[in-house]
C-alpha cells in the first residue's frame, strides 16, 4: 500500500508496525497417537511455553514503547488482525479519529477488535473473532437500498478467491463520481455477512455474493464511508494481499478513499470505463512503477 500511496505524488507515508506476535502453539498429532508422538507433543508443548513466556516479557516493553503519533498525520491506513492495543493506545486513536483524523480500513482489519466498542463504530461493519448478532446487524442492499438485516449467527464468511464485478451504488459521492458504473476486480475474497453497529453508514458499492462460489446470493458491501465524531472513514474490503493490490480497482478506489478520508475532496482523476472495465479485470503491478 505504500507504494500505491506515494506513486500518486499525494502521499509521504511513514509505517508503524506493532510487536510481533506470540510464537503458535505446536498442533497435536491426528488420529491416535502413538507413544513416540505423544512424547514428542509434551516436549513441544513444553517448549512453547519457555519461549512464549520468554516473548510475554520481552513484548511487554516493546509494547509499552509502540505509541504511534496518530496526530501527526491526515489520514490513517490499517490492514491490521492481531493483538490488543494498549489502553493509551486506544485512547488516543480514538481521540484522534473522534476529533477529525482521517482513517482507511483496508480488508483484514475489519477482522480486528471485535469487543473494542468505539472501533467497530469507526469500520461500520466486520468478521470474525466470534461476531455475531449481537455485534449487530448485517448490511444488505436489497431494491436499490441498505436494508439492515438482523438474522442471527456468525459475521463473516467468503467462498474461494475469484474475480467478481464491484457495482457503484453512491455515484456522486467524490470518491466515486466519474468511476464506471461497474468494474471487474481480480480473484480475491469476498468478504460477506460482516456485522457490527453500522451506524452513519454510507455504502458507496456493491459486489454480488454468487453462491456458485460458496456466497450468500446477496450484494454485499464492497467500499463504504463512515462519520465518527469529526471523522471520516473509508472502509475497503478488497485487497487480500499484494497480489490483489495489483488490482486497478483497488489502487484507484484506494487512493481516491485515502484522499478524501485525509481531506474531504478527491482531486485524483478518474479512470475511464475502457481502463477499467467490467468484462476482465485490470491490473497495475507494483514493481516497476506506473503511470500516474
Do not use: C
Amino acid at each position: 500500500m505504500k507504494t500505491i500511496l506515494e506513486r500518486s505524488d499525494r502521499f509521504t507515508v511513514t509505517v508503524t508496525t506493532t510487536p510481533g506476535p506470540a510464537p503458535a502453539a505446536p498442533r497435536a498429532p491426528k488420529g491416535s497417537p502413538t507413544a513416540e508422538q505423544k512424547a514428542a507433543q509434551e516436549a513441544a508443548l513444553a517448549k512453547w511455553k519457555e519461549q512464549k513466556a520468554e516473548h510475554q516479557k520481552a513484548q511487554a516493553a516493546a509494547w509499552d514503547n509502540w505509541r504511534p503519533r496518530f496526530a501527526d498525520f491526515d489520514v490513517v491506513l490499517m490492514n491490521y488482525t492481531g493483538d490488543r492495543w494498549p489502553e493509551a493506545v486506544r485512547a488516543d486513536f480514538n481521540k484522534y479519529v473522534r476529533e477529525g483524523g482521517g482513517l482507511v480500513i483496508v480488508h483484514a482489519a475489519d477482522n480486528a477488535f471485535p469487543d473494542w466498542p468505539e472501533y467497530n463504530e469507526m469500520i461500520a461493519v466486520g468478521g470474525w473473532g466470534g461476531r455475531n448478532e449481537k455485534s449487530g446487524p448485517m448490511v444488505r442492499w436489497r431494491g436499490g437500498q441498505v436494508v439492515l438485516d438482523t438474522s442471527p449467527g456468525p459475521g463473516g464468511t467468503h467462498g474461494p478467491q475469484h474475480e467478481f464485478v464491484v457495482e457503484t451504488r453512491e455515484p456522486e459521492h467524490p470518491i466515486m463520481k466519474g468511476l464506471p458504473m461497474k468494474w471487474r476486480h481480480v480473484a480475491d475474497e469476498l468478504y460477506s455477512k460482516l456485522r457490527g453497529p453500522a451506524k452513519n453508514l454510507t455504502v458507496l458499492a456493491t459486489a454480488y455474493a454468487d453462491p456458485a462460489q460458496k456466497g450468500t446470493g446477496e450484494h454485499e458491501p464492497i467500499l463504504m464511508t463512515i462519520s465518527y465524531g469529526k471523522g471520516r472513514v473509508f472502509h475497503t474490503v478488497l485487497g487480500h494481499s499484494a497480489k490483489q493490490m495489483e488490482g486497478l480497482g483497488f489502487q484507484i478506489t484506494l487512493l481516491r478513499g485515502a484522499e478524501w478520508a485525509a481531506t474531504g475532496k478527491v482531486t485524483l482523476p478518474p479512470p475511464t470505463a475502457d481502463e477499467l472495465p467490467a468484462d476482465r479485470a485490470a491490473v497495475r503491478p507494483l514493481a516497476g512503477g506506473f503511470a500516474k
